[in-house]
């Protein structure tokens, strides 16, 4: 071996080889420096939105909905509230589904006391309720209802919930919450 040149000598067993790139690939490293000259311009100080506006925007509209919403939630429940056939169907919803953890009465169990004036998320307004029932407590292990339920079921449990204050259970939960006028 001490005879061999250094340009034989190969001491892992790769020989490099100087090849040229595919033409395909080449072109299109081209057209993406040719894109990034256009894209920068048209964002950084053209009509472009940043990704910063695009996400308010998103969340403006989102805002703005979720206020249509909870107006258009707020009428139907309004107008639920005197209707005998949706507080049954309310019930009924109720006793399947949340009865297990507030209780029959809604006196609570595992979950809080529905008929006193202690809350722990919102005030006990209609639409505050409606937000937890569709939304969840996960913290809590409220499930999100809103997802499960119907408009029309998630309005009618909604409803019985709310016309639930004020009532007396046989064994109410002890208090926990805010208290509200």
Do not use: R
Not at 121 to 133: P, S
């Amino acid at each position: 071996m001490p005879n061999q040149s250094l340009d034989d000598q190969h001491h892992d067993g790769i020989e490099e080889l100087d090849n040229p790139l595919p033409k395909w690939w080449v072109y299109l490293f081209y057209a993406t420096i040719i894109f990034a000259i256009g894209y920068g311009p048209y964002y950084w100080l053209g009509k472009g939105q940043t990704a910063v506006q695009v996400l308010a925007n998103e969340q403006a509209k989102t805002q703005s909905s979720a206020n249509g919403e909870a107006t258009d939630l707020g009428k139907k429940l309004t107008a639920a509230a005197q209707n005998h056939e949706v507080l049954e169907a309310g019930q009924v919803i109720f006793t399947a589904k949340c009865a297990a953890c507030h209780g029959p009465d809604g006196g609570g169990i595992i979950g809080p006391n529905l008929t006193d004036k202690f809350w722990i998320h919102g005030k006990g307004t209609a639409n505050d309720i409606a937000h937890v029932v569709s939304e969840g407590v996960p913290d809590k292990g409220m499930l999100a209802w809103g997802k499960v339920l119907s408009p029309d079921d998630l309005v009618a449990v909604v409803t019985y919930v709310h016309s639930l204050a004020d009532t007396s259970p046989d064994h109410p939960k002890a208090p926990e919450g805010t208290p509200i006028n």
